[in-house]
């Protein structure tokens, strides 16, 4: 438990914010490849997918590793576009709200989902949840002016 509290702190603070998103995701990258889809670095501490969107404006697939928080169905999962607490939203967010059809490598199999932003009291049911779930995130709202953007995505059947 104390690991977790650890890594908790460590990922609140802006010295992470600065270096994480240049070193984890490339990170998580390797070992999913390397694993055959089968383990992300980053879910020792967080259940993780890698999402393949589709650019907003080049239209070339995106692949990007992200924690996500797996919801009670196994059908959704929701997303932080917290972007480490810097203060530009991530541009995979920008591809979800251009093409909200996608697909995420979840514990080594391919599912096509299909994603929704929350809003109004939907989006503050999932934050409050979010914020048990993983309390860094409120450390990077603190940090930004623009509202966190939380996605909801459903495997499409």
Excluded at 43 to 72: F, K, N, W, Y
Excluded at 75 to 84: D, H
Excluded at 102 to 107: C, F, L, P, Q, Y
Aim: some cysteine.
């Amino acid at each position: 438990m104390i690991g977790v509290r650890m890594v908790q702190k460590v990922s609140s603070t802006r010295g992470f914010a600065k270096v994480a998103p240049h070193v984890i995701p490339a990170l998580d990258r390797a070992v999913h490849r390397l694993t055959g889809g089968r383990y992300l670095l980053s879910t020792r501490m967080l259940p993780g997918v890698i999402l393949t969107t589709t650019g907003a404006r080049s239209g070339l697939p995106r692949r990007t590793p992200l924690a996500c928080m797996p919801e009670d169905d196994g059908r959704n999962w929701l997303l932080v576009g917290s972007n480490f607490g810097r203060p530009g939203h991530p541009a995979w967010s920008h591809n979800l709200l251009a093409h909200p059809d996608a697909v995420i490598s979840w514990k080594g199999r391919d599912v096509p989902v299909t994603a929704r932003l929350l809003t109004g009291q939907e989006r503050a049911q999932a934050w409050t949840a979010l914020l048990e779930f993983w309390p860094p995130y409120a450390a990077y709202q603190a940090r930004v002016t623009r509202e966190i953007r939380l996605f909801r995505i459903t495997e499409t059947p």
